[in-house]
């Protein structure tokens, strides 16, 4: 019995050929592999490239094939049907071999290894390829040129979004490649919002398994299911339960395309490598009637699991992760309903490297938003008055995280800074007389006051300085309620925080007609520039996609244990110090996109300080330089060279 691991194979494939008889040579490269853990090399988990003896003979291998007898079954079959699976019958199981070549064919549908038209004339020659590609050699960077022209043929943003996610099934670092060298063009395919219209139609447009799904069937066998992915070495998990996918609800196990998302930017925009990224999808079922009526839907065809049910299941996957994974594992909760995630953010916070990037790193991308607006216009947060329209995760979360700025930037108690600010929900001002009605996070936000129905009367009787928009309602920012912010503020700041564009509180376009030029606008999702009169305004993304890249890099490579809400100001702060005058002139409140390694390298060497500061980091001694070490760390989607 011979077993290989794959990447000691392909790292280098000439000091294995010793372990095999001289006449083997040639076939090296091919595999044998039972589908399934059983065939799992239990220490280092990677599969092995033999047949495992308990369940079939390797009898001959000869010129890349390789004939199995099943001694079970007694199935075999010659060069034709080499598994015997051509001669079952329909009722007669078949154990679902694989060959593979670690190089040749395999090497080339290897997303990991494969470089396509780029292998040179020597990697051809040592890894099998000769033949199996037209003879022309081209650079990644020509790739990367003919990959967009085709992306750019596409009218369908869908059809774009499709498309990269078959290249990032076909060849990873391609794939990274183009995205990091053109992030702002690709950001609204990967990310929102093409990625909202991809869950929508995830059913429709799914391929192959991106994630892991842990579903109610699993209950009991989540530790298993976990070690069914091939990657071991996990780093960072993003984990849906798919019951709020950005502002267009309840999308079930469909939600598998935000993970899968927001993990792609780990790696493009905070240099996670994507081997140490894991995208999980929860299905405890769906109480969206479309979908469980829709022939093509994925999940569970069952209502919800609630209370108890759903408690266990999680539970189980936060232990089962821990046991798999360590204690060093970061988590982030996305796409959660408030009504679970709240309440599984305090309870894991204790106990897990976690947070919840609807609440937190949102909380952190606004505040940075605030903090640069400040600077530029003058003032200070405690000068400001807040109203925000939606008072769930995202509006909450934002509300205490400025609350907690002011308390630190004024000595003022919390409760104090509290009062600054004032959030409208679906039944109106959240005022002291709706306490008792109250869910328990908006609680804090009851302040005295009349009840008040409308935004538009909100408006006129808080008078805010700044708007933020957290509903997930589209179009709630009416010409009215722009127009009376504008009549209040020579410089009305306006975030319509809202996914993906269809759900925007505004446009950027309104935004601007409606305070005839002089709003300082943001959005979750992305605007072209805008002309108004001799101006053309750039809004700039008010997205936590700012944020959680960098923060997960910062707290991986501290070793962080626990997640602070000072490593949110830090980031919050490391976010805005990246704004220059430059980009506030033309309307940005946020650095662009296209220097995002930059900004991720210093958010993240904040939040590793603030690791270090607080006793929280566990890799000791900390770097001298935190950038630089952060910089070192990133990923990097070129190519290696083959020996
Ligand atoms: N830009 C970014 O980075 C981020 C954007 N978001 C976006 O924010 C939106 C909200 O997310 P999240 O906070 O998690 O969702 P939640 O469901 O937790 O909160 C939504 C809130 O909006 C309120 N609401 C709903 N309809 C109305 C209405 N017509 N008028 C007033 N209030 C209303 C709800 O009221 P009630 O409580 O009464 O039901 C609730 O308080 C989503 O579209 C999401 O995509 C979220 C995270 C990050
Ligand atoms: C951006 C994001 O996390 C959301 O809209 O939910
Ligand atoms: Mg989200």
């Known amino acids: ?49 033999a047949t495992d003896e308990s369940t079939a003979t390797l009898k001959e291998m000869r010129d890349g094939y390789a004939e199995v007898v099943d001694p079970k079954s007694g199935v075999s079959g010659g060069v034709q049907d080499v598994y015997g699976e051509d001669t079952a019958t329909e009722d007669q199981p078949v154990t679902p071999w ?46 990367v040129k003919k990959m967009l022209h085709n992306i750019r043929q596409y009218q369908v943003p869908l059809q774009k979004y499709m498309a990269m996610m078959d290249l990032q099934e076909r060849n990873q670092k391609l794939f990274y490649k183009l995205l990091i060298d053109n992030v702002e063009e690709l950001l609204p395919i ?59 609800g309840d999308l079930g196990c469909h939600g598998m395309g935000i993970p899968v998302g927001k993990l792609s930017l780990y790696t493009a925009l905070g240099g996670i490598r994507p081997s140490a990224c894991l995208p999980v999808t929860i299905d405890v079922g769906t109480n969206n009637e479309k979908l469980l009526d829709d022939e093509f ?64 790193g949102t909380a952190s991308v606004v505040l940075a938003g605030l903090i640069s607006a400040m600077k530029f216009l003058g003032g200070s947060l405690a000068d400001q008055r807040f109203l ?56 804090p936000w009851a302040h005295e006051h009349e009840p008040v129905k409308e935004l538009v009367d909100a408006v006129n009787a808080i008078k805010p300085t700044i708007l933020i928009g957290t509903s997930g309602q589209g179009r709630t920012f009416t010409k009215e309620v722009v ?107 946020y650095p662009p996109f296209k220097n995002i390694r930059k900004i991720s390298a210093h958010i993240a060497a904040e939040v590793a300080a603030k690791a270090y500061e607080l006793g929280l980091a566990t890799r000791l001694p900390p770097p001298k330089d935190l950038v630089k070490y952060a910089e070192s760390c990133m990923y990097s989607p070129a190519y290696r060279t083959y020996r």
């Open 1 to 49: 019995m011979f077993s290989l691991n794959r990447s000691a194979f392909l790292n280098n494939p000439a000091s294995i050929s010793g372990s095999f008889p001289d006449k083997h040579r040639r076939i090296l490269p091919t595999r044998v592999v039972v589908a399934g853990s059983s065939n799992r090399d239990k220490s280092n988990g990677s599969l092995l490239m």
């Open 98 to 143: 694989s060959v593979s070549v670690a190089s040749g064919y395999s090497l080339l549908r290897d997303p990991h290894h494969n470089k396509g038209l780029a292998f040179s004339e020597k990697e051809r020659n040592s890894h099998y390829l000769r033949g199996l590609l037209p003879p022309t050699v081209i650079s990644q960077e020509l790739q």
């Open 190 to 248: 990967v990310y929102t919002p093409t990625v909202g219209e991809a869950c929508q139609k995830y059913g429709s447009i799914y391929s192959r398994p991106q994630g892991v799904f842990i579903s109610l069937k699993d209950k009991g066998k989540v530790l298993e299911v976990l070690r069914n992915w091939p990657e071991k070495n996990i780093q960072v998990i993003v984990v849906t339960d798919g019951e709020r996918i950005l502002g267009l």
């Open 297 to 360: 839907y994925i999940g569970l065809r069952q209502k919800r699991a609630i209370g108890q049910e759903y408690a266990e299941l999680l539970h189980e996957f936060m232990t089962a992760v821990k046991q798999n994974y360590g204690e060093r594992i970061l988590i982030q909760f996305e796409d959660f309903a408030n009504h679970n995630a709240f309440d599984l953010l305090e309870k894991y916070g204790t106990t897990h490297l976690v947070f919840n990037d609807d609440i937190q």
């Open 388 to 443: 925000f329209l939606g008072a769930g995760e995202a509006g909450t979360g934002i509300a205490e995280l400025i609350a907690l700025e002011i308390s630190k930037q004024t000595n003022m108690p919390l409760e104090e800074t509290r009062k600054k600010i004032w959030l409208v929900d679906s039944k109106g001002l959240i005022v002291s007389s709706r306490l008792e009605s109250l869910q328990h996070f908006k609680k």
């Open 483 to 589: 127009e009376a912010m504008a009549s209040l503020n020579e410089k009305p700041i306006i975030f319509s925080l809202s996914n993906p564009t269809s759900q925007s509180e505004c446009t950027a376009e309104e935004a601007y007609t409606w305070s005839q030029g002089r709003a300082i606008f943001a959005s979750g999702s992305p605007f072209d520039p805008f002309e108004y009169g001799d101006n053309v305004f750039v809004p700039g993304q008010a997205n936590n996609a700012y944020i959680f890249p960098g923060l997960g890099l910062g707290l991986i490579m501290s070793g962080a244990i626990r997640v602070h809400d000072d490593m949110l100001l830090a980031a919050a702060e490391a976010l805005a110090g990246q704004v220059t005058q430059e980009n506030f002139d033309k309307g940005l409140l």
